[in-house]
Every structure is written in C-alpha cells, then in structure tokens.
C-alpha cells in the first residue's frame, strides 16, 4: 500500500446566505472545490454533498471555461444522476396526456379516485401496485408511466451554482482571457 501527499491545484468559491434573503435557510451555505488540473468539482453544503469528475481536456478548455459554460440541467444529471423522487401528481397528468376519449378519461378517473381514498403512493413501485390492482387491463406498460423528479436539495444546490456560482467564474475566466492578451 502506498499514501502519499498530492499537490493540487484547487480553487474554492463559497456561497453563504444572508439573513434578509427571501429564501433564507433554503441553502445557508456551499463550498464549491474546483480541482483545475483533474477537472473534478466537490460540492459540500448544508442540502448534501456532491461531487464529480469530467475527463481533462486542457488542450481544449481550461475547467473552469468548462463550467462556466454547463447549464444547470447537465449538471444536475452529472452530480445527481437520474432524479429518484417519486412524483405523484406528474405521474397522474402523464397519463391524461396519453388518454385517447372520454372512456379512457373516465377509467382513469375512477381509479385515481379509488387511489386516493387509499393514501397517495410516495414510491413508483407501490403507485404502479395499486393503479394495476383498480386497473383491470385496461391501461397496459403502467411501468412506463411514473415519473421522477429531482430533490428540493439538488435543485437548490445547482440554483446557487447556476445564478451565484457560474457568474462569478464567468468574471473569473474573462480576468484571465484579459491577462492571456496582456502577456
């Protein structure tokens, strides 16, 4: 076994949220660690910890010219992956969207109701068991039908990226494009 000490070249913007914000406490802090050499990006903050490594391409694109141009919705999908809570009402409007008339409108409207004097499912798998228990064959690939979303918490860490985080990099590689033309 080999440890060894590894020099790193890291910067680190932090977020902290002040007391007169409108949505105080939502996040009330965020580091964001930017490994330039590895091209990883470590997010810890009090809505979770994240992290994620991009291949490096400094021939190409600095890392911070990197993410200085990601959208929020391509770096949800990297630190968080394929979003995971269960989304009841959108599960429910997916399969209106797929009704052809009134009789299939109809169907879904009894077993929805019939759901719902139960409980309303907080998971795919037991939404999928009851809406087939009041199914009878009608709807078929109920599977298909659930659909997930992103946590408040990962959506609120790439908010305080996006609106907060990504402007001050973009000043950030700016600067150094004006020091480049300077040399």
């Known amino acids: 076994?080999?440890?060894?000490?590894?020099?790193?070249?890291?910067?680190?913007?932090?977020?902290?949220?002040?007391?007169?914000?409108?949505?105080?406490?939502?996040?009330?802090?965020?580091?964001?660690?930017?490994?330039?050499?590895?091209?990883?990006l470590n997010i810890i903050s009090d809505v979770g910890n994240y992290a994620y490594q991009w291949v490096a391409t400094p021939k190409h694109e600095s890392f911070l010219k990197l993410m200085a141009r990601i959208t929020d919705g391509y770096l949800l999908g990297?630190?968080?992956?394929?979003?995971?809570?269960?989304?009841?009402e959108a599960t429910k409007a997916h399969f209106y969207d797929y009704a052809d008339d009134k009789d299939d409108i109809k169907h879904?409207?009894?077993?929805?109701?019939e759901i719902?004097?139960?409980?309303?499912?907080?998971?795919?798998?037991?939404?999928?068991?009851?809406f087939e228990q009041e199914n009878d064959g009608?709807?078929?690939?109920?599977?298909e039908y659930p659909i997930?979303?992103?946590?408040?918490?990962?959506?609120?860490?790439?908010?305080?990226f996006k609106e907060h985080i990504q402007p001050v990099i973009i000043k950030m590689v700016m600067a150094e494009s004006e020091e480049q033309k300077c040399k």
Not at 78 to 85: I, V
Not at 108 to 113: M, N, Q, S
């Open 1 to 40: 076994m080999t440890v060894k000490e590894i020099p790193v070249n890291i910067r680190c913007l932090e977020y902290r949220q002040d007391k007169d914000d409108t949505d105080y406490g939502s996040c009330l802090y965020a580091r964001f660690y930017f490994n330039l050499d590895k091209y990883e």
């Open 78 to 88: 990297k630190l968080c992956g394929s979003p995971e809570e269960f989304d009841y």
């Open 108 to 113: 879904l409207d009894e077993i929805f109701e």
């Open 116 to 130: 719902e004097c139960k409980y309303i499912p907080d998971n795919g798998e037991t939404f999928i068991e009851l």
């Open 138 to 143: 009608w709807w078929c690939d109920v599977w």
């Open 148 to 160: 997930y979303k992103y946590t408040a918490w990962q959506e609120k860490i790439v908010s305080v």
